[in-house]
């Protein structure tokens, strides 16, 4: 089973425009994590939010985390063609003990 | 420092055979995911490792199996392959019992013919 749920599945976008992914999870969370896939390859950790923060930032990357509506949106501005790729939410369960991922939302930016 | 490693990179398989993924951490982590990818899907859970005990498991069946050695590394294994076994099979470590940042090794690409 898939807890989290990427929204939109795919997107296109423009070099230099901004890119909002959204994610919807389940239940009950310690921490959220964003991941990069590129190609069918291994996943490179973007970005963790703790369930008592509501953002952070890390270079071009913004998140957001709603627990009262168990979302989270992940924001990159100033897209480069370098950022397509396959982006995951993933959320902790059991005690972090379990990671479950969600579909992934597809992000094509085009140069 | 070396990332995570895994092997083999690709591996074809036939129906009912057996297959054995090995993962090497990031030195000094204790902990150990494995991760089933289908084409097309986000990756599912499979088994955690950590300090050598299973403290996770996924819904897979038995077929699957697991174990983490002395030296962190781990080793999955696959009885009687199915068609739908066919999948990337991810291992990610981590510094501790999880919940935390994990990182992925590149993947073994296994397809059952």
């Known amino acids: 089973s898939q807890q989290g749920e990427e929204d939109p599945q795919a997107l296109s976008i423009q070099e230099g425009e901004n890119a909002t992914m959204n994610c919807s999870y389940k239940t009950s969370i310690n921490n959220l994590q964003w991941y990069r896939q590129n190609s069918g390859r291994g996943l490179v950790h973007l970005i963790l939010?703790?369930?008592?923060?509501r953002e952070k930032h890390s270079g071009r990357l913004r998140v957001t985390l709603d627990t009262s509506k168990k979302s989270s949106s992940l924001l990159i501005t100033a897209s480069r063609a370098a950022d397509t790729a396959s982006y995951f939410c993933a959320t902790d369960e059991g005690g972090g003990f379990k990671t479950i991922f969600g579909a992934g939302t597809r992000l094509f930016v085009k140069a | 420092d070396a990332g995570v490693t895994q092997s083999p990179t690709h591996l074809i398989k036939t129906r009912g055979q057996h297959v054995t993924l090995r993962c090497s951490p990031i030195s000094g982590h204790k902990s150990v995911s494995w991760y089933q990818q289908v084409l097309g899907q986000g990756p599912q859970f499979i088994f955690q490792?950590?300090?050598?005990?299973?403290?996770g498991r996924g819904n897979f069946p038995d077929r699957f199996s697991a174990r983490q050695f002395p030296n962190y590394s781990s080793e999955l294994n696959v009885n009687a392959l199915l068609l739908g076994d066919s999948a990337l099979y991810l291992c990610a470590s981590s510094s501790d019992r999880g919940g935390e940042t994990q990182y992925f090794g590149p993947g073994t690409r296994l397809l059952v013919l």
């Open positions: 939010i703790r369930s008592n923060e």
């Open positions: 490792y950590y300090e050598k005990e299973e403290r």
